[in-house]
């Protein structure tokens, strides 16, 4: 496989690589927010810790998804209604990642933050125009709903 390539969609126009792959289960493997439009930026953290969480430059997605290695399935193991979709959290293949991501209302992806290293998501709390996800070890991230990254 030479990599993930944008799809025909039903309309007449291309379907987003990142859309397509949640679509069918899966997610980039490398640690980011990817958006339903295609653009991508590096996401650091401190592991499993969760204590600090940076957004930083635009990653190159054709790079990211070139190599099929670079991609992992996902498993959620928590959904969260809110106002205008949902937010979900999980796990990838490798069991030591996660992932959480924003839905729209028919269950499309807006957003997706993939974290090697961060363990498994398994709870997301709603508070305040605030979410939190919380991984296996209890470690926490919160972050708002009005930024616009998330948004």
Same mark, same amino acid.
């Given at each position: 496989?030479? %990599?993930?390539?944008?799809?025909?969609? %039903?309309?007449?126009?291309?379907? *987003?690589?990142? *859309?397509?792959?949640?679509?069918?289960?899966?997610?980039?493997?490398?640690?980011?927010?990817?958006?339903?439009? /295609?653009?991508?930026?590096?996401?650091?953290?401190? %592991?499993?810790? =969760?204590?600090?969480?940076?957004?930083?430059?635009? &990653?190159?997605? #054709?790079? @990211?998804? $070139?190599?099929? *290695?670079?991609?992992?399935?996902? #498993? @959620?193991?928590?959904?969260?209604?809110?106002? /205008?979709?949902?937010?979900?959290?999980?796990? %990838?293949?490798?069991?030591? /990642?996660?992932?959480? $991501?924003?839905? #729209?209302? *028919?269950?499309? &992806?807006?957003? =997706?933050? $993939?974290?090697?290293?961060?363990?498994?998501?398994?709870?997301?709390?709603?508070?305040?125009?605030?979410?939190?996800?919380?991984?296996?070890?209890?470690?926490?991230?919160?972050?708002? =709903?009005?930024?616009?990254?998330?948004?």
């Amino acid at each position: 496989m030479a %990599g993930i390539e944008r799809e025909a969609s %039903g309309g007449g126009g291309m379907t *987003a690589r990142v *859309a397509s792959l949640w679509r069918f289960g899966n997610a980039p493997a490398v640690s980011g927010l990817y958006r339903a439009d /295609d653009t991508a930026f590096a996401v650091t953290t401190n %592991g499993a810790e =969760l204590s600090w969480f940076r957004i930083g430059s635009p &990653l190159d997605l #054709d790079e @990211v998804l $070139a190599d099929p *290695a670079y991609t992992m399935s996902v #498993d @959620v193991a928590m959904r969260t209604e809110i106002e /205008d979709g949902s937010l979900v959290c999980g796990e %990838g293949e490798l069991g030591a /990642d996660g992932f959480f $991501a924003r839905l #729209d209302g *028919a269950g499309g &992806l807006r957003w =997706l933050v $993939a974290l090697q290293r961060s363990n498994p998501f398994e709870r997301i709390i709603v508070s305040e125009g605030r979410f939190t996800v919380v991984n296996n070890l209890g470690n926490a991230l919160s972050l708002s =709903l009005s930024d616009p990254r998330f948004s």
